[in-house]
C-alpha cells in the first residue's frame, strides 16, 4: 500500500524512465543528450547536472559540494518536500563522486523496485560484495529514492548491512518525511534537509526554460504557474509544458484551465465579497465553482493560498486563515458538502463584521 501512494502522489510515471535515461547516460562522457525531442518531458530534459545548476536550498548544496570536494562522504537523507531536486541531487553527487564508474558502482532502488527485507538483504548485499575498481577513496554508492515508502522491517534490515559494508559503500536516501525513517538509519546518517523553492527561485528557471524553449507567454501565465505550483520546481515545469503544449501560449486562463483548479482571482473576489459582507454575491461565485465540479479539498486549498496574500488588515486575515483551515480539517474529514463551503462564507461575513477595520 506504502509504496503505492508515493508512486502516485510523486514519482508518477517516469519513475522507471529516470533510471534507464541515467543508465545509458552514464556510459557516455558529461556531454548531455538533449534532443529537441517534443517527447521529452521538460523536468527530465532540465534535470541538472551539477550541483551549480540546482536552485535553492544554497546552504545545503554547498555542504553536499564540500562532502564531494574532499571524496569522503558519509551516509546521508535528503529529506524535502516533492519536486525541490532531491533526487537530482543525489544522481549529481553520484555523478561527481564516480565519474565514468557511475553506472557499475550505483545502486539505484527506488519505490517502484521491490524493496521488501529478502531485496535488502540480497540485492544490497551483492552489491557491496562486488568488486569495482574506483578512484581511491572513493566508495560505491547505494541510492534508496524514495525511502520512506520502505517498511520498517525493510529498514531494519538495512541498519546491520549500512555498517556491514561501510569501508567499500555509501547510502544515500532521498524522502518526504523523515519520521518514517526509524531512528536507528537516522543515527547513521547525516540529515540534509530540502525547504520548498521560493517563487523567485521557480520563476527564474521557468524563464530559463522559456527562453531556450521560445514558449510564448505573458506575466501572468508564469505567475499563475508559479502559483499553482506551490513551491515544487516538477510541478511548475510539467504545468508550464503542458500548458505550451495544449495552447501555444502560457497565460493564467490558459495555465488554470491545464491545471483545473479554480482561479485564483475568482477566489480573491469572493473573499473580499466576504470582506464587505456580502453574503449573497460571495456564495454566488461559490455555487458556481460548485457547478464547474472542483473537489471541494481543492477549493478550500486555493481559498487558504489566496487568503495568505489576500490584503487586508493582519488581524481579520488571521481569523479568516483559522477559519479556513477548520473548514479544511471537516472536509478532510469527509464533511465535504457546498453546505460547509457556504457556513465558511457566512462565518467569514460574520468575522469581518465584527472585527474592527
Ligand atoms: N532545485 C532545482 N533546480 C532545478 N531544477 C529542479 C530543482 N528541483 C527540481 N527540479 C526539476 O524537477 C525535476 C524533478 O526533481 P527531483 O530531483 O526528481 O525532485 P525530488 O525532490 O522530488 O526528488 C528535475 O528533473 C528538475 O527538472
Ligand atoms: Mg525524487
Redesign the pocket.
Known sequence: MEVMDVDIA?AGPSTSA?VTNLTEESTGSQTTTVKSDLNTP???????KTFS?????EETVLRLEKFSSCGNVPNIIIA??????????ILALARILLGSAFKEAVLELNASSDRGIETVRNKIKMFAQQKVTLPPGRHKIIIL?EADSMTDGAQQALRRTMELWSNTTRFAL?CNNSDKIIEAIQSRCAMLR?GK?SDQ?IMT?LLKVCKIEGVSYSADGLEAVVFTSQGD??QA?NNLQSTWNGFKHVDSTNVFKVCDEPHPLLIKEMLLECVDQNISKAYKIMAHLWKLGYAPEDIIVNIFRVAKHLEIKESLKLKFIMEIGQVHIRIVGGLNSLLQLSALLAKLCTLSATTEK
Open positions: 510523486e529516470v521538460w523536468i527530465e530534459k532540465y534535470r541538472p545548476d540546482i536552485v535553492g536550498n524535502g518536500p516533492p519536486g525541490v531536486g532531491k533526487t537530482t541531487t529514492d532521498a530540502y523553492l527561485e528557471q520546481m516538477r515545469l
